[in-house]
């Protein structure tokens, strides 16, 4: 296996079985699918919705056909529907993901840049820790002053 993609499985396996690998990719996936539901619900339940219509969409249009079997979506399963509902709302997301934007303003991302870099220059563990959560908490606070 040349491929990137196949370089990456030989090293998710390293040694394990396939059942190790499939039970690792099953919990990676679930993880992702809680991050999409609980970080972006409005477009989680927005593409289910838009699911729900497509659905009704092709059963009161499948009957428009004279014959079912003309239909051309009459074998795709319901669930196909909802999950293309839930794809396409989350498809600005993706693209987030992909462009590997930064999720935090720049003011944000400089301050943790500025905490590696003292990092790297010997800063203690525990004031690397300290400066985190001072940062978090700074956060947290403009986060709500702005609701």
């Not at 539901?37 to 593409?47: D, E, F, N, Q, V």
């Not at 289910?48 to 795709?76: D, M, R, S, T, W």
């Not at 004031?127 to 001072?134: F, T, W």
Request: hydrophobic content about 45%; glycine content about 8%; some cysteine.
């Amino acid at each position: 296996m040349g491929t990137k993609f196949g370089k990456r499985i030989i090293f998710m396996l390293r040694g394990d079985s396939a059942m190790d690998f499939l039970d690792k990719a099953t919990k990676m996936l679930g993880d992702g699918i809680a991050v999409l539901i609980t970080k972006h619900p409005l477009r989680t339940s927005l593409g289910a919705l838009i699911g729900v219509v497509l659905i009704i969409i092709n059963h009161v249009g499948g009957n428009i056909f004279e014959n079912p079997q003309k239909n051309p979506f009459n074998g795709i399963n319901e669930w196909l529907f909802i999950f293309l509902g839930i794809f396409f709302t989350h498809i600005p997301t993706l693209i987030v993901i992909f462009k590997n934007e930064p999720e935090f303003d720049e003011s944000i991302e400089s301050a943790f840049k500025a905490i590696d870099r003292a990092k790297n220059e010997g800063m203690s563990e525990y004031q690397v820790n300290q400066a985190y959560k001072r940062l978090c908490e700074l956060v947290l606070e403009n986060t709500n002053e702005h609701k």
